[in-house]
């Protein structure tokens, strides 16, 4: 199993460019989620999804959209990226959907994102 | 809502010295997890504690729970320079689906 992927490893964008972070598991899990984490922040939740075709959002929605076509793959599009956005962005996989906080986060390597 | 403190913030210690983090909440905590990461990696789970009361043994560290579910504490015995990183809580509330990490506690390891 290669666990949680992300991709790229790194971006570099201009103010109001629109990119797409990939993520992806291949661990069958329903609950995916997107966090950002910047210093002295901790990890703050982006948005979540509970299975196919569900999604809601977190604490830091705002300039993010997620789908969730497939069980293996959560996408987070930055639709006009701002100076703001810079962070470093953490894709996470859960087996339950229902009780998050009783199963192990399997977190990939991160996306760290600079905006000028 | 949930309100959950994590200190300190930051942590500097002798190589061997011991090395304690702590999670408080103002309301009752269903269960809390513990992780780490290194720097320049990802979070790493460490344990779950559920019971009220409840401590958990992994090597040098010790994780606890408290008798009122409000706070959770992580201690290293004898740090070494492999623990250095950042120590995070997560918790969610009753019935949600979102599961909220405290704002961590590094810790740096002097040799």
């Known amino acids: 199993n290669a666990g949680v992927t992300q991709t790229p490893k790194f971006q570099v964008l201009k103010t109001g460019q629109s990119m797409t972070l990939q993520c992806a598991q291949d661990m069958n899990h329903e609950y995916m989620s997107w966090y950002r984490q910047d210093p002295g922040m901790g990890l703050r939740l982006i948005h979540y999804s509970v299975g196919a075709g569900i999604t809601d959002q977190g604490e830091v929605p705002n300039g993010y959209n997620v789908s969730r076509s497939t069980t293996e793959d959560f996408p987070l599009r930055l639709l006009s990226a701002a100076p703001s956005q810079t962070s470093v962005y953490f894709c996470?996989?859960?087996?339950?959907?229902?009780?998050?906080?009783?199963?192990?986060?399997?977190f990939g390597p991160g996306t760290r994102l600079t905006v000028t | 809502g949930q309100q959950v403190m994590q200190i300190p913030q930051y942590q500097h210690v002798q190589e061997g010295e011991d090395f304690t983090t702590y999670c408080n909440s103002s309301?009752?905590?269903?269960?809390i997890q513990w992780y780490k990461q290194r720097p320049g990696g990802h979070p790493v789970f460490l344990i779950q504690l559920v019971k009220s009361g409840e401590v958990k043994k992994q090597k040098r560290l010790t994780f606890q729970f408290g008798e009122a579910k409000k706070n959770s504490s992580l201690h290293i015995t004898a740090t070494q320079t492999t623990d250095v990183g950042t120590y995070f809580c997560?918790?969610?509330?009753?019935?949600?689906?979102?599961?909220?990490f405290g704002k961590g506690t590094k810790l740096s390891v002097i040799p």
């Open positions: 996470a996989s859960s087996s339950d959907r229902y009780k998050v906080s009783s199963y192990e986060q399997y």
């Open positions: 309301t009752t905590l269903s269960n």
């Open positions: 997560a918790y969610s509330g009753a019935g949600s689906y979102q599961l909220t």
